[in-house]
T-cell receptor, first 116, second 112 residues
Framework: AQSVAQPEDQVNVAEGNPLTVKCTYSVSGNPYLFWYVQYPNRGLQFLLKYITGDNLVKGSYGFEAEFNKSQTSFHLKKPSALVSDSALYFCAVRDLSSGGYQKVTFGTGTKLQVIP | NAGVTQTPKFQVLKTGQSMTLQCAQDMNHNSMYWYRQDPGMGLRLIYYSASEGTTDKGEVPNGYNVSRLNKREFSLRLESAAPSQTSVYFC???????????FGPGTRLTVL
């Protein structure tokens, strides 16, 4: 069975400071990892994904994520936070190694609050 | 391109009433999904359609039915609404189940 954990319900960061939103995962095979963002009263928007290759993945709006296989983590990062980054962030995982259809499992979300 | 569209945006039902949530995508995606989002629970998959002509149950299918009408449209039906179905419902689509998903704006459903 696959699972994903976002250990922080909320992350507060000052505008201009670097931000990190944490995610750890568990799959039986190789992971396919995603980050999505949800602004209030909107659907989720895709930010970035990791399948294979470079462990540092760059995505939309200046976000990046670092895949760490030994720590089974895929933390979302941004060098300098903006107030407009305030939103709900979801990590998601899919097991690449299983045959047939495999659903994507979403984390419970982390609310990012960027303080002016 | 409109992306993924959902109707209605809001709905209030009484216990026992039925309704259908509509979803359409114009991206020529093969896979479509219905999720519900509840506080502290993240997104839970209700039903999915890996390709046109197929549908399968997700994590929480009880009380729901779906129809993949064609490649563009995937509807979710509540036959007899219950207060436990009060939630925000999202439709999503992807080129295949190996690709990122694109989400609609959601339907806020309240069952009294």
């Amino acid at each position: 069975a696959q699972s994903v954990a976002q250990p922080e319900d909320q992350v507060n960061v000052a505008e201009g400071n670097p931000l990190t939103v944490k995610c750890t995962y568990s799959v039986s095979g190789n992971p396919y990892l995603f980050w999505y963002v949800q602004y209030p009263n909107r659907g989720l928007q895709f930010l970035l994904k990791y399948i294979t290759g470079d462990n540092l993945v760059k995505g939309s709006y200046g976000f990046e994520a670092e895949f760490n296989k030994s720590q089974t983590s895929f933390h979302l990062k941004k060098p300098s936070a903006l107030v407009s980054d305030s939103a709900l962030y979801f990590c998601a995982v899919r097991d690449l190694s299983s045959g047939g259809y495999q659903k994507v499992t979403f984390g419970t979300g982390t609310k990012l609050q960027v303080i002016p | 391109n409109a992306g993924v569209t959902q109707t209605p945006k809001f709905q209030v039902l009484k216990t026992g009433q039925s309704m259908t949530l509509q979803c359409a995508q114009d991206m020529n995606h093969n896979s479509m999904y219905w999720y519900r989002q509840d506080p502290g629970m993240g997104l839970r998959l209700i039903y999915y359609s890996a390709s046109e002509g197929t549908t399968d149950k997700g994590e929480v299918p009880n009380g729901y039915n779906v129809s993949r009408l064609n490649k563009r449209e995937f509807s979710l039906r509540l036959e007899s609404a219950a207060p436990s179905q009060t939630s925000v419902y999202f439709c999503a689509s992807s080129l295949s189940d190996y690709n990122e998903q694109f989400f609609g704006p959601g339907t806020r459903l309240t069952v009294l």
